[in-house]
């Protein structure tokens, strides 16, 4: 029996000039170099993977340089 990772705590995100949208999200010191997919939808039914990497510090932070192409999008981050 495997222990599944508490899932990541996503911290308030940020609008930048030229569209980008910049979040942070957090994890326990157990859960660092785990790899992380962030996924985006317009419609919290569909989900894309529009980022990966590997948790190398708390708070760890994604920006998405083509938030500006939808008038809104939801954003999750996702643990094996």
Do not use: C
């Amino acid at each position: 029996l495997a222990l599944q990772p508490d899932p990541p705590i996503i911290l308030p995100g940020s609008i930048y000039s030229g569209g980008q949208f910049q979040l942070q999200f957090s994890s326990t010191e157990t859960e660092l170099y785990y790899n992380y997919t962030v996924q985006g939808s317009t419609d919290l039914m569909t989900w894309t993977n529009i980022g990966t990497g590997t948790i190398s510090s708390s708070p760890m932070t994604f920006t998405d340089p083509a938030a500006s192409n939808y008038s809104n999008q939801y954003y999750r981050v996702t643990l094996p």
